[in-house]
């Protein structure tokens, strides 16, 4: 991509308006060494140094969207608790407005927490609660993100599923083709293991295990490039079949990402990363990166290089984190 033409698309990442809807969590890092087995049992002894805090989950593709330039509308829920209270004080610090946000008394805050020694991460402990959202509460944000489609408040909606009760068919089935209606666009994040089937979406992006997952098909490791991966080329074929969506986003990890089209061809992105220490919310800015850059006007080859740029940055650093617009026109500036 010609640098200007890069530059056109980023300065236009300020105008765009996307709502996201999912499940919203906290990352936990509990930061320090290990240096000793314990007496108790054969697992390390970690040293506690420090303890930070992100947005993580649907909440991490809403901060990436913040950081690359975008505006953001927040729709999730989370639990009447300690951690729920630091979620929203986060929002406010990426200038995310927590006022949409649906509170549960029943529920707990989803909060992951890592332990992490020598950039290693040793253990992850996850405290949730992942039984599907009461119908009032998704009744409310169906007619909240109805409105805002009906005003033309946002450019954009993406669905990021985590399996944790937020999203289900009846949202979906519902909201995408209002917005396909009012030609705005729909991005699908999927959890293999918490199947909505619906059509119709602008972008679907799954890594290659959730599209073999999605498809009912046993993975195998063939070591062969993309573009002689028979496979693979099965799976996307019949996940365009079987969800209609215009485009197929697959990440591919060390191969970078391939993009499938109805009625075109396949396109091969290779990766970018120049070193890999963490894979933790990848994902979260592909797609992020990816729904601003075709909201911007962006064809999807175009937009689809932009999230492989800005996945290979983020891969590069420990923890869930973010890019921003200075580090994306960098990457893409070191292949010159």
């Given at each position: ?234 799976v996307a074929a019949q ?21 499938f089209r109805q009625d ?31 909201s911007t006007g962006a ?38």
């Open positions: 991509m010609k640098r200007i033409r890069l530059r056109h698309i980023v300065d236009k990442f300020r105008d765009i308006r996307i709502a996201v809807v999912g499940d919203l969590m906290l990352d936990v890092y509990i930061w320090g060494k290990a240096s000793r087995i314990s007496p108790e049992a054969p697992v390390p002894v970690v040293q506690v140094k420090k303890k930070s805090c992100c947005l993580g989950g649907a909440a991490n593709v809403m901060r990436n969207i913040v950081t690359l330039g975008g505006e953001v509308k927040a729709y999730g829920v989370i639990g009447e608790d300690a951690d729920g209270e630091e979620l929203k004080k986060l929002f406010t610090e990426y200038a995310i407005d927590p006022a949409t946000l649906s509170v549960d008394k029943s529920r707990r805050t989803t909060n992951k927490q890592r332990i992490i020694a020598s950039a290693q991460q040793l253990l992850r402990v996850d405290f949730e609660d992942t039984e599907v959202i009461g119908g009032l509460i998704r009744q409310e944000i169906i007619a909240q993100l109805t409105e805002l489609i009906d005003s033309g408040a946002v450019d954009a909606v993406i669905f990021e599923d985590y399996g944790k009760g937020v999203l289900d068919e009846e949202m979906l089935s519902r909201l995408i083709p209002h917005a396909r209606a009012r030609n705005i666009i729909t991005a699908l994040d999927p959890k293999p293991g918490h199947l909505l089937k619906v059509q119709g979406l602008t972008v679907m992006k799954p890594n290659r295990s959730e599209a073999f997952a999605l498809a009912g098909v046993f993975p195998q490791e063939n070591g062969l490039p993309v573009e002689a991966d028979g496979q693979l080329h099965q996940l365009l079949h079987d969800w209609k969506p215009d485009y197929l986003l697959i990440s591919l990890a060390a191969q970078g990402m391939a993009l075109a061809e396949m396109v091969v992105i290779p990766t970018k990363a120049r070193e890999v220490y963490d894979v933790s919310g990848a994902g979260d800015t592909v797609i992020a990166a990816f729904t601003l850059a075709l064809d999807p080859v175009e937009a689809a290089e932009i999230a492989n740029h800005a996945a290979g940055i983020v891969v590069g650093k420990v923890g869930t984190v973010t890019v921003s617009k200075e580090e994306l026109i960098e990457s893409f500036n070191r292949e010159v």
